[in-house]
């Protein structure tokens, strides 16, 4: 079993549509979760940091961590074209070693 | 602007060279990672460093080389030895316990 699981889609949604991303873990020490915006050809770019089980938003963006399912997801209220991207989960047990899902395809059609 | 500086932004290499990519950082980020990109693949970890002067290979550290002579800097050199180094290489770097990576905006290394 991989540590991180991550459908890598792709996934297509209409501009103003919600897009609902996930990943499941295996190693119940991570207690440090992160989701990464990457362009094509660009590095990616941290988008949301959590530590604790629960919801954190950002703007358009919610993070949604629930540890007790290893479990974690994430929002994009009211879709743009510009947030047509790969989107990677990663989470670290704090000892410097980041584990990343495979990335989501997600394209914002207008 | 704090943030981590990746060059070249792309590198040609002909067989049998070695190739050294560059990644410095100015936010003064204790560890420093090197990873592989490949597509449909994610992202896999070569080398990560903690501390100056100390670092550690990855999963696929094979036909790969780096320094750590500087805080900022965390220089990959990709061998001969590397069979396939045709990717897109990322350097990042983080606060030694808190996970939050911060990532360079790559390298492209094509071998010609």
């Known amino acids: 079993q991989k540590e991180v699981e991550q459908d890598p889609g792709p996934l297509s949604v209409p501009e103003g549509a919600i897009v609902s991303l996930n990943c499941t873990y295996s190693?119940?020490?991570?207690?440090?979760f992160m989701w990464y915006r990457q362009y094509s050809r660009k590095g990616p770019e941290l988008l949301m940091y959590?530590?604790?089980?629960g919801n954190k938003e950002d703007g358009r963006f919610t993070a949604q961590v629930d540890k007790s399912s290893k479990y974690i997801s994430l929002f994009i209220r009211d879709s743009q074209p510009s947030d047509s991207a790969t989107y990677l989960c990663?989470?670290?047990?704090?000892?410097?070693?980041?584990?990343f899902g495979k990335g989501n395809q997600v394209v914002v059609i207008p | 602007d704090g943030g981590i500086t990746q060059s070249p932004k792309y590198l040609f290499r002909k067989e049998g060279q070695n190739v050294t990519l560059s990644c410095e950082q100015n936010?003064?980020?204790?560890?420093m990672y090197w990873y592989r990109q490949d597509p449909g693949q994610g992202l896999r970890l070569i080398y990560y460093?903690?501390?100056?002067?100390?670092?550690q290979k990855g999963d696929i550290a094979e036909g790969y080389s780096v320094s750590r002579e500087k805080k900022e800097s965390f220089p990959l050199t990709v061998t001969s030895a590397q069979k396939n180094p045709t990717a897109f290489y990322l350097c990042?770097?983080?606060?030694?316990?808190?996970?939050?990576?911060?990532f360079g905006q790559g390298t492209r290394l094509t071998v010609v």
């Open positions: 959590t530590y604790s089980s």
């Open positions: 990042a770097s983080s606060i030694w316990d808190r996970g939050e990576a911060f």
């Open positions: 936010l003064n980020h204790d560890a």
């Open positions: 190693n119940s020490a991570f207690q440090y």
């Open positions: 990663a989470m670290s047990d704090g000892n410097n070693r980041l584990a």
């Open positions: 460093s903690q501390i100056v002067n100390d670092f």
